[in-house]
Protein backbone atom coordinates (compact mmCIF):
# COMPACT_ATOMS: atom_id res chain seq x y z
CA UNK A 1 0.00 0.00 0.00
CA UNK A 2 1.04 3.60 -0.42
CA UNK A 3 1.35 5.41 2.86
CA UNK A 4 0.46 3.83 6.51
CA UNK A 5 -2.32 4.49 8.25
CA UNK A 6 -4.00 4.05 11.33
CA UNK A 7 -7.16 2.01 11.04
CA UNK A 8 -9.32 1.32 14.54
CA UNK A 9 -11.43 -1.96 14.06
CA UNK A 10 -14.33 -1.78 15.93
CA UNK A 11 -15.81 -5.57 16.06
CA UNK A 12 -17.60 -7.22 18.91
CA UNK A 13 -16.63 -10.49 17.42
CA UNK A 14 -13.17 -11.60 17.85
CA UNK A 15 -12.17 -14.30 14.90
CA UNK A 16 -13.71 -11.58 12.12
CA UNK A 17 -11.42 -8.64 14.27
CA UNK A 18 -8.41 -11.27 14.19
CA UNK A 19 -8.76 -11.91 10.30
CA UNK A 20 -9.09 -8.45 9.73
CA UNK A 21 -5.98 -7.22 12.09
CA UNK A 22 -3.68 -10.12 10.30
CA UNK A 23 -4.62 -8.36 6.74
CA UNK A 24 -4.30 -4.54 8.09
CA UNK A 25 -0.31 -5.90 9.21
CA UNK A 26 0.34 -7.53 6.14
CA UNK A 27 -0.58 -4.09 4.20
CA UNK A 28 1.52 -2.22 6.28
CA UNK A 29 -1.56 -0.39 8.19
CA UNK A 30 -1.19 0.42 12.33
CA UNK A 31 -4.05 -1.60 13.63
CA UNK A 32 -6.07 -0.61 17.13
CA UNK A 33 -9.26 -2.70 18.07
CA UNK A 34 -12.39 -2.04 19.60
CA UNK A 35 -14.52 -4.86 20.90
CA UNK A 36 -17.62 -2.60 21.22
CA UNK A 37 -19.65 0.76 19.87
CA UNK A 38 -18.73 2.38 23.19
CA UNK A 39 -15.26 1.89 23.52
CA UNK A 40 -15.02 2.57 19.81
CA UNK A 41 -15.96 5.99 20.79
CA UNK A 42 -13.53 6.30 23.92
CA UNK A 43 -10.36 5.58 21.30
CA UNK A 44 -11.32 8.25 18.88
CA UNK A 45 -9.79 10.45 20.85
CA UNK A 46 -7.08 8.48 22.20
CA UNK A 47 -5.79 6.44 19.35
CA UNK A 48 -6.76 9.31 16.63
CA UNK A 49 -7.76 6.99 13.78
CA UNK A 50 -7.29 7.84 10.13
CA UNK A 51 -9.81 5.13 8.96
CA UNK A 52 -12.38 3.32 11.05
CA UNK A 53 -14.05 -0.09 10.16
CA UNK A 54 -16.73 0.04 12.08
CA UNK A 55 -19.45 -3.18 12.70
CA UNK A 56 -23.23 -2.22 12.40
CA UNK A 57 -24.36 -4.53 15.29
CA UNK A 58 -21.93 -4.17 19.04
CA UNK A 59 -23.25 -4.51 22.16
CA UNK A 60 -22.92 -1.15 24.52
CA UNK A 61 -23.14 0.94 21.42
CA UNK A 62 -24.06 -0.28 17.63
CA UNK A 63 -22.24 1.22 14.29
CA UNK A 64 -24.98 3.43 14.08
CA UNK A 65 -24.63 5.43 17.53
CA UNK A 66 -21.09 5.54 16.60
CA UNK A 67 -21.83 7.53 13.46
CA UNK A 68 -23.89 9.56 15.69
CA UNK A 69 -21.63 10.39 18.03
CA UNK A 70 -19.12 11.53 15.26
CA UNK A 71 -21.23 13.78 13.64
CA UNK A 72 -22.06 15.36 16.80
CA UNK A 73 -18.57 16.11 17.11
CA UNK A 74 -17.69 16.89 13.87
CA UNK A 75 -15.29 14.30 13.25
CA UNK A 76 -14.76 13.50 9.26
CA UNK A 77 -12.88 10.17 9.83
CA UNK A 78 -13.37 8.00 6.76
CA UNK A 79 -15.89 5.43 8.10
CA UNK A 80 -16.70 1.55 6.56
CA UNK A 81 -19.29 -0.45 7.61
CA UNK A 82 -18.71 -4.12 8.28
CA UNK A 83 -22.22 -5.35 7.88
CA UNK A 84 -24.40 -9.08 7.91
CA UNK A 85 -27.01 -10.18 6.55
CA UNK A 86 -29.44 -8.04 7.85
CA UNK A 87 -30.58 -6.54 4.62
CA UNK A 88 -29.36 -3.06 2.93
CA UNK A 89 -31.66 -0.73 5.37
CA UNK A 90 -28.68 -0.14 7.82
CA UNK A 91 -26.34 0.23 5.08
CA UNK A 92 -28.56 3.25 4.32
CA UNK A 93 -28.86 3.88 7.49
CA UNK A 94 -25.40 4.66 7.62
CA UNK A 95 -24.48 6.25 4.24
CA UNK A 96 -26.93 9.12 5.87
CA UNK A 97 -24.87 9.57 9.12
CA UNK A 98 -21.49 9.84 7.57
CA UNK A 99 -20.39 6.42 6.42
CA UNK A 100 -18.35 6.22 2.98
CA UNK A 101 -19.11 2.76 2.08
CA UNK A 102 -20.34 -1.17 3.33
CA UNK A 103 -18.94 -4.29 3.13
CA UNK A 104 -20.57 -7.38 3.30
CA UNK A 105 -19.63 -10.38 5.99
CA UNK A 106 -17.66 -12.27 4.64
CA UNK A 107 -15.42 -9.22 3.98
CA UNK A 108 -13.54 -9.81 0.40
CA UNK A 109 -9.85 -9.25 1.18
CA UNK A 110 -9.77 -7.41 -2.46
CA UNK A 111 -12.72 -5.22 -2.09
CA UNK A 112 -11.58 -3.63 0.78
CA UNK A 113 -7.82 -3.35 -0.22
CA UNK A 114 -9.25 -1.16 -3.00
CA UNK A 115 -11.45 0.84 -0.77
CA UNK A 116 -8.70 1.22 1.52
CA UNK A 117 -6.16 2.33 -1.29
CA UNK A 118 -8.52 5.12 -2.65
CA UNK A 119 -9.00 6.26 0.35
CA UNK A 120 -5.05 6.82 1.23
CA UNK A 121 -5.02 8.56 -2.71
CA UNK A 122 -7.20 11.08 -1.11
CA UNK A 123 -6.04 11.82 2.08
CA UNK A 124 -2.79 12.02 1.13
CA UNK A 125 -4.34 14.44 -1.60
CA UNK A 126 -6.18 16.45 0.85
CA UNK A 127 -2.79 18.52 1.57
CA UNK A 128 -0.07 17.90 -1.18
CA UNK A 129 -3.00 18.04 -4.23
CA UNK A 130 -3.60 14.35 -6.01
CA UNK A 131 -3.42 13.87 -9.91
CA UNK A 132 -7.55 12.27 -9.07
CA UNK A 133 -8.32 16.12 -8.13
CA UNK A 134 -7.62 17.55 -11.20
CA UNK A 135 -10.56 15.43 -13.12
CA UNK A 136 -13.07 17.86 -13.50
CA UNK A 137 -15.95 14.96 -13.27
CA UNK A 138 -14.33 13.33 -10.07
CA UNK A 139 -12.43 9.67 -9.81
CA UNK A 140 -14.23 6.70 -11.05
CA UNK A 141 -16.33 5.86 -8.35
CA UNK A 142 -17.18 2.22 -7.53
CA UNK A 143 -16.41 -0.83 -4.85
CA UNK A 144 -17.20 -3.82 -7.91
CA UNK A 145 -14.08 -6.09 -8.47
CA UNK A 146 -15.03 -5.24 -11.63
CA UNK A 147 -14.24 -1.09 -11.43
CA UNK A 148 -10.86 -2.38 -9.65
CA UNK A 149 -9.54 -3.98 -12.01
CA UNK A 150 -10.49 -1.15 -14.41
CA UNK A 151 -8.26 0.82 -11.75
CA UNK A 152 -6.01 -1.30 -11.78
CA UNK A 153 -5.26 -1.27 -15.34
CA UNK A 154 -5.56 2.08 -15.90
CA UNK A 155 -2.69 2.49 -13.02
CA UNK A 156 -0.37 0.25 -14.87
CA UNK A 157 -1.18 1.99 -18.58
CA UNK A 158 -0.94 5.75 -17.22
CA UNK A 159 2.66 6.26 -16.79
CA UNK A 160 3.57 4.77 -20.66
CA UNK A 161 3.26 6.56 -24.08
CA UNK A 162 0.73 3.43 -25.50
CA UNK A 163 -2.20 4.03 -27.19
CA UNK A 164 -5.89 2.58 -25.57
CA UNK A 165 -8.78 1.08 -26.74
CA UNK A 166 -11.43 2.12 -24.15
CA UNK A 167 -14.55 -0.57 -24.66
CA UNK A 168 -17.84 -0.12 -23.13
CA UNK A 169 -21.30 0.74 -23.82
CA UNK A 170 -22.76 3.71 -23.84
CA UNK A 171 -23.00 5.63 -20.65
CA UNK A 172 -20.66 3.28 -18.90
CA UNK A 173 -17.74 6.19 -18.55
CA UNK A 174 -15.14 5.57 -21.00
CA UNK A 175 -14.64 8.79 -21.75
CA UNK A 176 -14.02 9.54 -17.93
CA UNK A 177 -11.48 6.44 -18.13
CA UNK A 178 -9.83 8.06 -21.13
CA UNK A 179 -9.26 11.37 -18.96
CA UNK A 180 -7.85 9.66 -15.93
CA UNK A 181 -5.31 8.19 -17.96
CA UNK A 182 -4.08 11.53 -19.14
CA UNK A 183 -4.24 13.19 -15.43
CA UNK A 184 -2.41 10.29 -14.22
CA UNK A 185 0.21 10.19 -17.36
CA UNK A 186 3.35 12.59 -17.66
CA UNK A 187 1.05 14.72 -20.05
CA UNK A 188 -1.13 15.59 -17.11
CA UNK A 189 -0.44 19.38 -17.63
CA UNK A 190 -1.21 19.26 -20.96
CA UNK A 191 -4.18 19.00 -23.57
CA UNK A 192 -6.70 16.81 -23.43
CA UNK A 193 -9.45 16.61 -26.70
CA UNK A 194 -12.12 14.64 -27.22
CA UNK A 195 -14.03 14.15 -30.38
CA UNK A 196 -16.91 12.04 -31.12
CA UNK A 197 -15.94 10.45 -34.67
CA UNK A 198 -19.84 9.60 -35.11
CA UNK A 199 -20.78 13.02 -34.39
CA UNK A 200 -19.00 14.78 -37.53
CA UNK A 201 -20.41 14.90 -41.13
CA UNK A 202 -18.47 12.68 -43.47
CA UNK A 203 -17.13 15.61 -45.50
CA UNK A 204 -15.98 17.66 -41.83
CA UNK A 205 -14.05 15.28 -39.76
CA UNK A 206 -10.65 14.84 -41.81
CA UNK A 207 -10.63 19.01 -40.91
CA UNK A 208 -11.77 18.41 -37.86
CA UNK A 209 -8.72 16.09 -37.04
CA UNK A 210 -5.91 17.34 -38.94
CA UNK A 211 -6.87 21.04 -39.63
CA UNK A 212 -6.94 22.79 -43.36
CA UNK A 213 -4.99 25.19 -45.23
CA UNK A 214 -6.64 28.55 -46.01
CA UNK A 215 -8.36 27.80 -49.44
CA UNK A 216 -8.05 24.16 -48.80
CA UNK A 217 -12.49 23.64 -49.68
CA UNK A 218 -15.33 25.98 -49.76
CA UNK A 219 -15.98 27.85 -46.92
CA UNK A 220 -11.67 27.81 -45.88
CA UNK A 221 -11.30 31.41 -45.50
CA UNK A 222 -8.49 30.90 -43.12
CA UNK A 223 -5.91 28.15 -41.97
CA UNK A 224 -6.97 26.31 -38.92
CA UNK A 225 -5.36 23.74 -36.69
CA UNK A 226 -7.37 20.49 -36.20
CA UNK A 227 -7.97 18.52 -32.91
CA UNK A 228 -3.92 16.46 -33.43
CA UNK A 229 -2.58 19.94 -33.18
CA UNK A 230 -4.34 21.73 -30.25
CA UNK A 231 -3.40 18.60 -28.69
CA UNK A 232 -0.32 18.51 -29.09
CA UNK A 233 2.60 18.06 -25.77
CA UNK A 234 -0.66 15.92 -24.12
CA UNK A 235 -3.58 12.97 -25.50
CA UNK A 236 -6.46 12.97 -27.77
CA UNK A 237 -9.32 10.44 -28.13
CA UNK A 238 -10.97 9.31 -30.57
CA UNK A 239 -14.83 8.46 -29.39
CA UNK A 240 -16.18 5.93 -31.57
CA UNK A 241 -13.50 5.79 -33.97
CA UNK A 242 -14.79 2.89 -36.03
CA UNK A 243 -17.23 5.24 -37.99
CA UNK A 244 -14.33 6.84 -39.97
CA UNK A 245 -14.09 6.45 -43.29
CA UNK A 246 -11.64 3.40 -44.70
CA UNK A 247 -9.67 6.51 -46.57
CA UNK A 248 -9.36 8.64 -43.26
CA UNK A 249 -8.77 5.72 -41.43
CA UNK A 250 -5.83 4.88 -43.39
CA UNK A 251 -4.41 8.52 -43.47
CA UNK A 252 -4.65 8.38 -39.05
CA UNK A 253 -2.97 5.27 -39.22
CA UNK A 254 0.10 7.31 -41.37
CA UNK A 255 0.33 9.75 -38.86
CA UNK A 256 0.31 7.39 -35.46
CA UNK A 257 3.12 5.65 -37.20
CA UNK A 258 4.83 8.76 -38.91
CA UNK A 259 3.99 11.52 -35.87
CA UNK A 260 3.74 13.82 -38.01
CA UNK A 261 0.61 14.98 -40.29
CA UNK A 262 -0.61 17.33 -43.44
CA UNK A 263 -3.54 19.99 -43.64
CA UNK A 264 -6.05 19.80 -45.57
CA UNK A 265 -5.14 21.32 -48.56
CA UNK A 266 -1.41 21.15 -47.39
CA UNK A 267 1.98 20.47 -48.68
CA UNK A 268 4.28 20.79 -45.32
CA UNK A 269 4.49 18.33 -42.79
CA UNK A 270 3.99 18.79 -39.00
CA UNK A 271 5.70 17.39 -36.52
CA UNK A 272 3.04 15.70 -33.99
CA UNK A 273 3.87 14.63 -29.87
CA UNK A 274 0.18 13.49 -29.05
CA UNK A 275 -1.25 10.30 -27.37
CA UNK A 276 -4.00 8.83 -29.06
CA UNK A 277 -6.39 6.87 -26.97
CA UNK A 278 -9.67 5.09 -28.91
CA UNK A 279 -13.43 4.53 -27.57
CA UNK A 280 -15.80 2.49 -28.87
CA UNK A 281 -19.01 0.73 -28.07
CA UNK A 282 -19.00 -1.80 -30.66
CA UNK A 283 -18.08 -5.17 -31.31
CA UNK A 284 -14.42 -4.38 -32.83
CA UNK A 285 -13.41 -8.10 -34.43
CA UNK A 286 -16.73 -7.82 -36.42
CA UNK A 287 -16.30 -4.22 -37.21
CA UNK A 288 -12.66 -5.59 -38.85
CA UNK A 289 -14.94 -8.37 -40.53
CA UNK A 290 -17.83 -5.83 -42.05
CA UNK A 291 -14.97 -3.71 -43.34
CA UNK A 292 -15.93 -0.99 -40.85
CA UNK A 293 -12.28 -1.22 -39.03
CA UNK A 294 -8.89 -1.53 -40.87
CA UNK A 295 -7.28 -4.25 -38.91
CA UNK A 296 -3.99 -2.72 -39.31
CA UNK A 297 -5.52 0.66 -37.56
CA UNK A 298 -6.82 -1.74 -34.84
CA UNK A 299 -3.37 -3.89 -34.49
CA UNK A 300 -1.86 -0.06 -33.86
CA UNK A 301 -4.50 0.76 -31.81
CA UNK A 302 -4.82 -2.29 -29.18
CA UNK A 303 -1.40 -2.52 -27.70
CA UNK A 304 -3.84 -2.18 -24.31
CA UNK A 305 -7.68 -2.75 -23.82
CA UNK A 306 -9.25 -1.58 -21.24
CA UNK A 307 -13.11 -2.96 -20.97
CA UNK A 308 -15.58 -0.95 -18.26
CA UNK A 309 -18.12 -3.34 -17.61
CA UNK A 310 -22.08 -2.09 -17.75
CA UNK A 311 -23.75 -0.76 -14.63
CA UNK A 312 -26.30 -3.70 -14.14
CA UNK A 313 -23.11 -5.94 -13.82
CA UNK A 314 -22.34 -4.13 -10.79
CA UNK A 315 -25.07 -3.51 -8.81
CA UNK A 316 -22.72 -2.81 -5.90
CA UNK A 317 -21.81 0.28 -7.08
CA UNK A 318 -25.00 1.87 -7.39
CA UNK A 319 -24.84 2.95 -3.70
CA UNK A 320 -21.44 5.04 -3.80
CA UNK A 321 -22.23 6.33 -7.26
CA UNK A 322 -26.13 7.71 -6.08
CA UNK A 323 -24.28 8.90 -2.87
CA UNK A 324 -21.76 11.33 -4.71
CA UNK A 325 -24.17 12.77 -7.53
CA UNK A 326 -26.80 13.70 -4.67
CA UNK A 327 -23.84 15.52 -2.75
CA UNK A 328 -23.31 17.19 -5.93
CA UNK A 329 -26.36 18.02 -7.39
CA UNK A 330 -27.21 19.32 -4.18
CA UNK A 331 -24.29 21.45 -4.04
CA UNK A 332 -25.01 22.52 -7.23
CA UNK A 333 -28.91 23.58 -6.69
CA UNK A 334 -28.17 24.45 -3.34
CA UNK A 335 -30.74 21.79 -2.37
CA UNK A 336 -30.94 20.29 1.09
CA UNK A 337 -30.80 16.84 0.16
CA UNK A 338 -28.38 14.39 1.97
CA UNK A 339 -29.11 10.75 0.79
CA UNK A 340 -32.46 8.64 -0.15
CA UNK A 341 -34.53 6.54 2.05
CA UNK A 342 -34.56 2.58 1.77
CA UNK A 343 -37.71 2.27 -0.52
CA UNK A 344 -35.71 4.53 -2.97
CA UNK A 345 -32.42 2.78 -2.55
CA UNK A 346 -33.92 -0.31 -3.11
CA UNK A 347 -35.47 1.27 -6.57
CA UNK A 348 -32.22 2.01 -8.03
CA UNK A 349 -31.06 -1.23 -7.44
CA UNK A 350 -33.68 -2.94 -8.57
CA UNK A 351 -33.20 -1.30 -12.57
CA UNK A 352 -31.55 -3.00 -14.78
CA UNK A 353 -30.02 0.62 -16.16
CA UNK A 354 -29.81 0.28 -19.61
CA UNK A 355 -28.19 3.40 -20.00
CA UNK A 356 -25.73 2.97 -17.49
CA UNK A 357 -24.02 5.36 -15.32
CA UNK A 358 -25.08 8.22 -17.33
CA UNK A 359 -28.92 7.17 -16.57
CA UNK A 360 -28.56 6.74 -13.22
CA UNK A 361 -26.40 10.35 -12.71
CA UNK A 362 -29.55 11.92 -15.43
CA UNK A 363 -32.38 10.41 -12.94
CA UNK A 364 -30.55 11.81 -9.46
CA UNK A 365 -30.16 15.06 -11.07
CA UNK A 366 -33.82 15.19 -11.97
CA UNK A 367 -34.79 13.53 -8.25
CA UNK A 368 -32.67 16.70 -6.74
CA UNK A 369 -34.27 18.74 -8.25
CA UNK A 370 -37.95 17.57 -7.31
CA UNK A 371 -37.32 16.18 -4.17
CA UNK A 372 -38.23 19.21 -0.81
CA UNK A 373 -35.54 16.81 1.08
CA UNK A 374 -33.61 15.93 3.16
CA UNK A 375 -33.93 12.40 1.72
CA UNK A 376 -34.80 11.30 -2.00
CA UNK A 377 -37.90 9.14 -1.86
CA UNK A 378 -39.58 6.89 -4.38
CA UNK A 379 -41.77 9.12 -5.45
CA UNK A 380 -39.02 11.45 -6.28
CA UNK A 381 -37.67 8.93 -9.12
CA UNK A 382 -39.49 9.12 -12.96
CA UNK A 383 -42.52 7.28 -13.48
CA UNK A 384 -40.74 4.13 -14.91
CA UNK A 385 -39.66 3.51 -11.26
CA UNK A 386 -43.42 3.48 -9.45
CA UNK A 387 -45.11 1.03 -10.23
CA UNK A 388 -42.23 -1.39 -10.80
CA UNK A 389 -41.86 -4.29 -8.44
CA UNK A 390 -38.65 -4.41 -6.19
CA UNK A 391 -36.17 -7.48 -6.32
CA UNK A 392 -37.37 -10.21 -4.58
CA UNK A 393 -36.50 -13.85 -4.87
CA UNK A 394 -38.49 -14.94 -8.05
CA UNK A 395 -39.55 -13.49 -11.03
CA UNK A 396 -41.66 -14.35 -14.01
CA UNK A 397 -40.82 -15.69 -17.34
CA UNK A 398 -42.86 -15.22 -20.61
CA UNK A 399 -43.19 -18.50 -22.11
CA UNK A 400 -40.96 -18.41 -25.78
CA UNK A 401 -38.57 -15.90 -24.52
CA UNK A 402 -34.86 -17.06 -25.36
CA UNK A 403 -32.52 -18.86 -22.73
CA UNK A 404 -30.16 -16.77 -23.22
CA UNK A 405 -31.71 -13.82 -21.73
CA UNK A 406 -33.35 -16.06 -19.26
CA UNK A 407 -30.13 -17.01 -18.08
CA UNK A 408 -28.87 -13.56 -18.24
CA UNK A 409 -31.72 -12.04 -15.87
CA UNK A 410 -31.56 -14.69 -13.56
CA UNK A 411 -27.75 -14.37 -13.02
CA UNK A 412 -28.14 -10.67 -12.50
CA UNK A 413 -30.88 -11.10 -10.24
CA UNK A 414 -29.07 -12.94 -8.36
CA UNK A 415 -26.18 -10.93 -8.07
CA UNK A 416 -28.82 -7.87 -6.67
CA UNK A 417 -30.38 -10.24 -4.17
CA UNK A 418 -26.52 -10.61 -2.42
CA UNK A 419 -25.84 -7.07 -3.39
CA UNK A 420 -23.27 -7.29 -6.09
CA UNK A 421 -21.42 -10.22 -4.07
CA UNK A 422 -20.74 -12.80 -6.91
CA UNK A 423 -18.68 -15.15 -5.42
CA UNK A 424 -22.22 -15.85 -2.92
CA UNK A 425 -24.21 -15.83 -5.98
CA UNK A 426 -22.61 -18.19 -7.90
CA UNK A 427 -22.73 -20.63 -5.03
CA UNK A 428 -26.30 -20.15 -5.39
CA UNK A 429 -26.75 -20.68 -8.75
CA UNK A 430 -24.86 -23.44 -8.15
CA UNK A 431 -21.66 -22.41 -10.59
CA UNK A 432 -18.28 -21.77 -10.07
CA UNK A 433 -16.95 -17.92 -9.48
CA UNK A 434 -14.76 -18.13 -12.80
CA UNK A 435 -18.28 -19.81 -14.62
CA UNK A 436 -20.33 -16.94 -13.97
CA UNK A 437 -17.42 -14.41 -15.16
CA UNK A 438 -17.20 -16.61 -18.04
CA UNK A 439 -21.03 -16.67 -18.55
CA UNK A 440 -21.49 -12.41 -18.02
CA UNK A 441 -18.65 -12.23 -20.35
CA UNK A 442 -20.59 -14.07 -23.09
CA UNK A 443 -23.58 -12.52 -22.45
CA UNK A 444 -22.02 -9.16 -22.87
CA UNK A 445 -20.35 -9.77 -26.02
CA UNK A 446 -23.64 -11.77 -27.46
CA UNK A 447 -25.87 -7.85 -26.68
CA UNK A 448 -23.13 -6.47 -28.55
CA UNK A 449 -23.09 -8.79 -31.39
CA UNK A 450 -26.63 -8.29 -31.56
CA UNK A 451 -26.38 -4.66 -31.35
CA UNK A 452 -24.59 -4.27 -34.01
CA UNK A 453 -26.41 -6.23 -36.09
CA UNK A 454 -29.42 -3.77 -35.52
CA UNK A 455 -27.41 -1.08 -36.35
Not at 35 to 45: E, H, I, S, T, Y
Request: charged share 25%; aromatic share 6%; with cysteine.
Amino acid sequence: MAECKRILIAEDDPSVRGLLKELLQRWSFEVAEAVDGLQACKMLDTYRPDILLLDIKMPKADGLAVLSEMRARQLTIPTFIISGEGGISDAVRAVKLGAEDYLEKPVEPNQLRMLLRRTQERLAGQSAGTPWQKLGEGPIIGQSPAIAQVMEMIGQVAPTEAPVIIMGESGTGKELVARTIHTLSPRGEGPYLGVNCAALPANLIESELFGHEKGAFTGADEARKGCFELAHGGSLLLDEFTEMRPELQAKLLRVLEDRKLRRVGGHREIALDVRVLAASNSDLGRAIVEGKLRQDLYYRLSVFVITVPPLRERPEDIIPLTQAFIQRFAAESHRPITGTDEECMVALQSYSWPGNVRQLRNVIQRAVALSPGPYLKRSDLPPEFQNRPLTGTSFQVRVGTPLEEVEQDLINRTILAFRGNKTRAAKALGISLRTLYNRLSHNRAARGSQRDRSR
